[in-house]
Each structure stands twice: as structure tokens, then as C-alpha cells.
T-cell receptor, first 117, second 110 residues
């Protein structure tokens, strides 16, 4: 199957700082990427949908100025958590929708654990 | 509101048994259906997808789709303790992005 790589896998940051998480599709072009957040033992929560070359579409309740998403190329999307607070500590997962033979299948990155101290 | 419903479980089966995971969806125009497995602390991984009514088999896994009943299921034969995870059903509606169910937690007891 297609590969989506996410980096870093774990990050600890101080409250008030910003953290950037990268999501790359390694062997296919992803016109659309998705960012999710998942708290322990809870369901995936879609934060935003990112389309290459355009502004991200955020889900209701997600602060777009706090969670900055950039999808500058067909293989890379980034999520920046700005002015992080302890309550932002969570598991952040990206996914990408393939094109061509990958069709409408969604592939997930490995996820990034963010701890804000 | 397009919805995908799954029983949250936990579903507990003995090792070697068949585990049956069920999912219903509300958008009758949905075209493609996916099953993901998520281990605790890990991201979801794709197990199978199915587009047509009927059964699709891949190893110990069988996906079953019934569009008339808006029902999709996943059967795991010869369940192993390593199959213990949360199984997410996802549906591609006629319009819009993939919709995920909340997942069913499966526990396979040795």
C-alpha cells in the first residue's frame, strides 16, 4: 500500500512555544490531506482538510489561527500548533488521499505524540 | 447528517473463533467502504476496502457489503490475540470526505 510518513513521532515542547508536524506522501501524490487529533481512548477527531495550493478547511470548533496548516506541494502538508498549551497535548495523525491507482483510499501517517509541559 | 455507526464494544472472542464486526451507514449513495485497524497508541492502518455488494476475502479477513441494507461487516477467522485492536469502519459518501465510525474494540482472549 501507499506510504505516508509523519515527523516527528514524538515531541515535547514548552507551553507557549510552537511546534511543526510534517506529513509526507512518499510514493504517491496527495491532492488532499487530512489532520486528525485523538485523545487517549477516544475517537479520531477530524481537525481540517488540506488541499494542495489552497487554504485548509477547518472543522467546527478548531481554531485556524492556532492550528496552522500548509499544503505547499502534492507530497507535503504541515501542521503547526502555535502557542501550545498543555491541553493541546494529544496524538496528531495525518492522512492522505491518493490519486491515480490509489484512488479514493485514505492512508494514515504514523502519528505524532505531542506533549506540552 | 451523514453517519457511520459501530458498536463500541468491547467485543470479546476466544482465540481461534470468528470475530464479526459490524457497521451501518446513512448515506445510501456511498460508493466505497474501508476497514482500518488501530492498535493502542498507534495510527490506523488499512486492512481492506470493498466497493461491490457481496464478500471480499483477504487471508483471514472477509469484508461483506450489503448496500440495500446499508451494512458493511468485517469477519476475522481464526482470531489471534494479536488481532486485539480497535477496528474503524469508514465510508466514502456520494459527496464529501471519508466518514469514520467511532470504532469497535476487539479483544481476543488466549
Amino acid at each position: 500500500g501507499a506510504v505516508v510518513s509523519q515527523h516527528p513521532s514524538r515531541v515535547i515542547c514548552k507551553s507557549g512555544t510552537s511546534v511543526k508536524i510534517e506529513c509526507r506522501s512518499l510514493d504517491f501524490q496527495a491532492t488532499t490531506m487530512f489532520w486528525y487529533r485523538q485523545f487517549p481512548k477516544k475517537s479520531l477527531m477530524l481537525m481540517a482538510t488540506s488541499n494542495e495550493g489552497s487554504k485548509a478547511t477547518y472543522e467546527q470548533g478548531v481554531e485556524k489561527d492556532k492550528f496552522l496548516i500548509n499544503h505547499a506541494s502534492l507530497t507535503l502538508s504541515t501542521l503547526t500548533v502555535t502557542s501550545a498549551h498543555p491541553e493541546d497535548s494529544s496524538f496528531y495523525i495525518c492522512s492522505a488521499r491518493g490519486t491515480g491507482n490509489s484512488g479514493n483510499t485514505i492512508y494514515f501517517g504514523e502519528g505524532s505524540w505531542l506533549t506540552v509541559v | 447528517q451523514k453517519e457511520v455507526e459501530q458498536n463500541s464494544g468491547p467485543l470479546s472472542v476466544p482465540e481461534g473463533a470468528i470475530a464479526s464486526l459490524n457497521c451501518t451507514y446513512s448515506d445510501r449513495g456511498s460508493q466505497s467502504f474501508f476497514w482500518y485497524r488501530q492498535y493502542s497508541g498507534k495510527s490506523p492502518e488499512l486492512i481492506m476496502f470493498i466497493y461491490s455488494n457481496g464478500d471480499k476475502e483477504d487471508g483471514r479477513f472477509t469484508a461483506q457489503l450489503n448496500k440495500a441494507s446499508q451494512y458493511v461487516s468485517l469477519l476475522i477467522r481464526d482470531s489471534q490475540p494479536s488481532d486485539s485492536a480497535t477496528y474503524l469502519c469508514a465510508v466514502n459518501p456520494q459527496a464529501g470526505n471519508l466518514i469514520f465510525g467511532k470504532g469497535t474494540k476487539l479483544s481476543v482472549k488466549p
